[in-house]
Structure formats: structure tokens, C-alpha cells
């Protein structure tokens, strides 16, 4: 597979406006380009690169990545793959790629961040849990009542079970 890039300046009048690039033979999109344009004003190492659409195939799921070019002291290297729905976003991308930017945030702030993330989603799933277990013990505390007729027997599945 080849990849393309897009580095092309502009700003589009239609956000699906798609420009034709006789470099790649087909039409590249003006968000992309757009995308590409200020990735490379905050950092004249980043490029956006992809797949061209007559190359990709069904495993291509994220068909698109920022490129670091790399300095004397880092080899180039993909910074993250992109799909098209997160294209769709491209403040979130540009705001992910501040966030972890070791020029303007100090290094254990970011470890932080990310420590905090992982806590609270652990959080939020133990939550989670705790309220499905708490749903399952309501559900059999109720069947064990003898549900809402108070019945002394409960059907299930056509299987009459007594209590």
C-alpha cells in the first residue's frame, strides 16, 4: 500500500468540499487539508499521511495518522492513527496532541492526568457493578416475596418452581 499526505493550505467554504490532487488522482477533502495545514503550523514536523481510498481494504479501519518527521534526537515515527469519524473532530485531535505536549505541560501533570483517567474509570465500572449486583439482589428478593401477586410458586421459562 502507498501512503499520501496532505499538506495543501486552504480554508473551505463547504466543510465537505473536496479538492482534486492530480499528485494522488483523487479528491482530497478541505477539512483534511485544513487539518494537515494547521498540524504543520504547530509543529513544522507534523504531517497528516493516509491511505488513499482505491488502496484500502476492510482492515483499514483507521486509514489516516499524524506523522512526526522526528529531529536529530527522535527517528520519525507515527504519533497517532486516525479514522475518518475522528477527522470529523479535528479541534479534539489538535487539543489531544496539546495536552501531550512536553513543551507546554510538565511531565508528571500528564502522568497524573492519565493516572487519574484510569482511576475513575475503574471507578465508574466498579460503580457499574455495583449497581447491577444490587439490581440482581432486588430482582431475587422480589421473586423470593412471592413477586407482585404473592404468589407461593414462581413460573420461568414454563418451568413452575415452588417456594
Do not use: C
Amino acid at each position: 500500500m502507498t501512503a499520501g499526505t496532505v499538506s495543501a493550505p486552504g480554508s473551505s467554504f463547504f466543510n465537505n468540499a473536496r479538492v482534486w490532487s492530480s499528485e494522488r488522482r483523487e479528491f482530497v477533502s478541505q477539512k483534511h487539508m485544513d487539518l494537515a495545514t494547521v498540524l504543520h503550523d504547530y509543529d513544522p514536523n507534523f504531517e497528516l499521511v493516509y491511505v488513499p481510498e482505491h488502496d484500502r481494504d476492510a482492515t483499514d479501519v483507521k486509514p489516516f495518522a499524524i506523522l512526526s518527521r522526528g529531529t536529530e534526537a527522535t527517528a520519525p515515527h507515527i504519533v497517532r492513527y486516525l479514522s475518518e469519524a475522528e477527522l470529523a473532530e479535528p479541534h479534539k485531535i489538535l487539543a489531544w496532541i496539546r495536552m501531550g505536549d512536553l513543551r507546554y505541560n510538565d511531565p508528571k501533570a500528564i502522568i497524573e492526568r492519565i493516572e487519574a483517567e484510569e482511576a475513575f474509570e475503574r471507578l465508574m465500572n466498579l460503580k457499574r457493578e455495583e449497581e447491577e449486583t444490587q439490581d440482581r439482589i432486588e430482582k431475587m428478593a422480589f421473586l423470593a416475596s412471592g413477586g407482585r401477586d404473592r404468589k407461593n410458586y414462581i413460573r420461568h421459562n414454563g418451568v413452575t418452581i415452588a417456594r
